[in-house]
């Protein structure tokens, strides 16, 4: 599903030229049978507030949303998938015109190895064991960044405990400009506290509520991706 929602905003004043930004946003489903999903636990607030700082700051946005319950940000073109494939599908076509790759999406590692037509039915006949067979899904942050070119890309990690080596060994592995370590106490909270790592050393800790956090974030990124 497409959607613009609100009317164009005024633009304001850049201190970076126009950029086209891409930000994924929510988690993916991905379905056992029609009723049932595996799932991440992500509410998408901080990919909205991404997209609509970026949008704020006068930037052509993107915004491929997972399965949420949040309104569009005023200016933004909202793309509405559920599952990861579909989320690759959305962002490779996006890709292609983007100058900046958000990736804030909690996008399911894994999905049934097959959809079932009808509800699973393995408790009939009293089983008290079933299995469920899983296949990867694409990583669609280190897929778009291998053919990346001069676009900045950045990943999100959300990591239990101490991971800082963690998210650095994700920058690198998935050849990313910049990655985002996130708290998993920012999981449905309206504030977060994360560091931001780039490629070349830089580390910065932002901390505040999601939106002020998003604005810093999106300044940063629009100032590496408008460099000569
Ligand atoms: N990501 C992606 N495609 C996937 C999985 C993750 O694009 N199939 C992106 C996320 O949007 C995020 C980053 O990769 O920007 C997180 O990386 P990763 O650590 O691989 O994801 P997690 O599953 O969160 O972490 P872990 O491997 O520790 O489970």
Same mark, same amino acid.
Do not use: Y
């Given at each position: 599903?497409?959607?613009?929602?609100?009317?164009?905003?005024?633009?304001?004043?850049?201190?970076?030229? !126009?950029?086209?930004?891409?930000?994924?946003?929510?988690?993916?489903?991905?379905?056992?049978?029609?009723?049932?999903?595996?799932?991440?636990?992500?509410?998408?607030?901080?990919?909205?507030?991404?997209?609509?700082?970026?949008?704020?700051?006068?930037?052509?946005?993107?915004?491929?949303?997972?399965?949420?319950?949040?309104?569009?940000?005023?200016?933004? !073109?909202?793309?509405?998938?559920?599952?990861?494939?579909?989320?690759?599908? =959305?962002?490779?076509?996006?890709?292609?015109?983007?100058?900046?790759?958000?990736?804030?999406?909690?996008?399911?590692?894994?999905?049934?190895?097959?959809?079932?037509?009808?509800?699973?039915?393995?408790?009939?006949?009293?089983?008290?064991?079933?299995?469920?067979?899983?296949? !990867?899904?694409?990583?669609?942050?280190?897929?778009?960044?291998?053919?990346?070119?001069?676009?900045?890309?950045?990943?999100?990690?959300?990591?239990?405990?101490?991971?800082?080596?963690?998210?650095?060994?994700?920058?690198?592995?998935?050849?990313?400009?910049?990655?985002?370590?996130?708290?998993?106490?920012?999981?449905?909270?309206?504030?977060?506290?994360?560091?931001?790592?780039?490629?070349?050393?830089?580390?910065?800790?932002? =901390?505040?509520?999601?939106?002020?956090?998003?604005?810093?974030?999106?300044?940063?990124?629009?100032?590496? =991706?408008?460099?000569?």
């Amino acid at each position: 599903m497409l959607a613009t929602l609100g009317p164009p905003m005024a633009r304001p004043k850049l201190r970076t030229p !126009r950029l086209r930004v891409l930000v994924t946003a929510g988690p993916t489903r991905e379905h056992v049978d029609p009723v049932r999903f595996l799932s991440n636990e992500s509410s998408g607030r901080m990919g909205f507030a991404l997209a609509e700082a970026a949008a704020r700051a006068g930037h052509a946005v993107t915004l491929v949303a997972g399965p949420v319950d949040l309104q569009s940000p005023r200016g933004v !073109r909202r793309i509405d998938v559920a599952s990861a494939r579909e989320m690759l599908a =959305a962002c490779r076509k996006a890709f292609r015109s983007a100058d900046v790759l958000i990736m804030a999406a909690a996008v399911a590692d894994w999905r049934p190895a097959r959809v079932l037509p009808g509800k699973w039915r393995a408790k009939d006949g009293g089983a008290r064991r079933a299995t469920l067979s899983l296949v !990867r899904n694409p990583d669609i942050l280190a897929t778009l960044a291998a053919r990346k070119g001069r676009r900045i890309v950045c990943g999100f990690a959300l990591e239990t405990g101490v991971g800082e080596a963690r998210a650095r060994g994700k920058l690198a592995r998935k050849g990313l400009d910049c990655i985002v370590l996130n708290d998993a106490s920012a999981l449905n909270a309206a504030r977060t506290r994360c560091v931001l790592f780039e490629r070349d050393g830089g580390r910065k800790v932002l =901390a505040g509520s999601k939106h002020s956090v998003a604005r810093a974030i999106v300044a940063r990124l629009c100032a590496r =991706a408008s460099r000569p």
